[in-house]
């Protein structure tokens, strides 16, 4: 606009030679528009610059194609993949997505769920484990990508950590190793994992496993410190599992500063098979959740809920695969 201030709907409108509600189909990208008005409005648009304001779209009535992500915690790059994911089942749809850590605010007392109830949000992803105090309506469609908690009325895409556990103990079974280690933490998906590779050690003969399981987060310095204890208790151990790449990382620097080399004197196995496993300078072995698949999961399964809400809830698990790097080799 010539006076500085940002155009609105209604400059869009006289522009295009158009009513406003008209514009307004054209934004939530209605098949009820013609191509000569669409061009015309979309045309207005480009040479006024107009960025229509999500808000005031919801407050008009009109849909806000807006969705609510909860992330555990930005720190963990498990859920790169799962964005990724996430972004290509909604873009088709035009479906643009906020998101939030659920950690970020809790000095303010703030649900990151409250603030996208006030962006009138079409529905929540939970991409971790869910909260009990969330307090997310009814009516909200809701799918949890990545935990394994289960809530109320809500579809749940994950990946099989069972199984993937259980991988990860047939690698290093494979390797001839047969006193194996565990650090993990108190999550859900940390006692799945847990569960799959101390079921599948047990299955050999001859093998055993020592676990050292820290309450609260999988953090870089609890693999640290789970890892570090683990040693004290067990020297004997020559290959460990940690509950995911981070914890991973931890257990690599632990190692380190006890003159321990890897993969000579102990192999290191992460889950996740996030963005720093893959580098050249790390090389991790770790189980691929396939986070990419998850989040595509979770985002067509919430599409669907929105279009239906009364469907029931169901459980998907998406299979892990095993990745093999420079972390882990033969006793």
């Known amino acids: ?24 189909l054209v ?74 850590d659920r950690f970020l605010n809790t000095g303010l007392d703030a649900s990151p769920v409250e ?26 469609p809701v799918v949890i990508a990545g ?33 194996l280690g565990f650090v ?3 999550s859900a998906a940390s006692k799945e994992r847990r569960a799959g590779f101390e079921a599948t050690v047990a299955a050999s003969a ?10 609260g987060e999988p953090t870089e310095e609890a693999g640290s410190r789970a890892l570090g204890a683990l040693l004290d208790e067990h020297p004997d151990v020559t290959a460990v599992f940690a509950a995911n790449d981070v914890m991973a990382l931890g257990a690599l620097s632990e190692l380190a500063e006890r003159g321990l080399r890897v993969p000579e004197d102990v192999s290191v196995i992460g889950y996740d098979d996030t963005p720093v496993a893959a580098t050249r300078y790390v090389g991790l072995t770790s189980i691929d959740d396939r986070s990419v698949e998850i989040g595509r999961g979770a985002g067509e399964r919430l599409l669907a809920r929105i279009a239906d809400p009364g469907l029931a809830a169901t459980e998907s698990l998406v299979e892990p695969r095993l990745v093999a790097r420079r972390t882990t080799a033969p006793r």
């Open 1 to 24: 606009m010539g006076d500085g201030k940002p155009a609105t709907i209604y400059d869009v409108a006289a522009r295009a030679g158009v009513s406003k509600s008209l514009v307004s």
């Open 27 to 100: 934004l939530q990208r209605s098949p009820r528009v013609s191509d000569q008005r669409r061009a015309a409005v979309l045309t207005a648009i480009q040479e006024l610059d107009y960025r229509p304001s999500t808000a005031a779209v919801s407050l008009a009535g009109t849909r806000s194609r807006t969705v609510g992500v909860v992330l555990d915690d930005f720190r963990n790059q498990w859920f790169v993949d799962l964005l990724t994911g996430l972004r290509e089942a909604l873009q088709d749809q035009g479906h643009r997505l906020v998101v939030a």
């Open 115 to 140: 603030g996208f109830l006030s962006m009138r949000v079409e529905g929540i992803v939970i991409a971790g484990e869910p909260d009990t105090d969330l307090a997310i309506p009814a009516s909200m």
């Open 147 to 179: 935990g394994r908690v289960s809530i109320p009325r809500a579809d749940t895409v994950a990946n099989d950590d069972r199984a993937g556990g259980g991988m990860a103990a047939e690698h290093l079974l494979a390797l001839s190793h047969t006193r």
């Open 184 to 186: 993990g933490a108190s």
């Open 206 to 215: 001859g093998a055993s496993v020592a676990v050292v399981v820290l309450p």
